[in-house]
Nanobody, 123 residues
Framework: QVQLVESGGGLVQAGGSLRLSCAAS????????MGWFRQAPGKEREFVAA????????HYADSVKGRFTISRDNAKNTVYLQMNSLKVEDTAVYYC????????????????WGQGTQVTVSS
């Protein structure tokens, strides 16, 4: 019922910035908690950031707090992840996800997932 498409990944030097976008289908976007996760080779998918339905509350992994910002535009059915001061260890495939849960969750138990977009940070 929900399709998610990420874009904006690419290659960037350490210290640089990227903005990821996730476009969602349907007219019920505002009913979903939205999250960003990432997965590096050989590692489990890990939580990066999440945002409440209205966008008023955001949650971040400690590793990205102060550097990444999650936001959403419900009128455009889009969620964003602004990534600043990128580090080599941020290199991963980044996934957008949607959850119908009633509270924000940080585990990778979301209902819908995008295909992922590669972010590579070079030194």
């Amino acid at each position: 019922q929900v399709q998610l498409v990420e874009s904006g990944g690419g290659l960037v030097q350490a210290g640089g910035s990227l903005r990821l976008s996730c476009a969602a289908s349907g007219r019920t976007f505002s009913s979903y908690i939205m999250g960003w996760f990432r997965q590096a080779p050989g590692k489990e998918r890990e939580f990066v950031a999440a945002i409440s339905r209205s966008g008023g509350r955001q949650h971040y992994a400690d590793s990205v707090k102060g550097r990444f910002t999650i936001s959403r535009d419900n009128a455009k059915n889009t969620v964003y992840l602004q990534m600043n001061s990128l580090k080599v260890e941020d290199t991963a495939v980044y996934y957008c996800a949607a959850s119908s849960a009633t509270v924000v969750v940080v585990s990778p138990t979301y209902d819908y997932w995008g295909q992922g977009t590669q972010v590579t940070v070079s030194s």
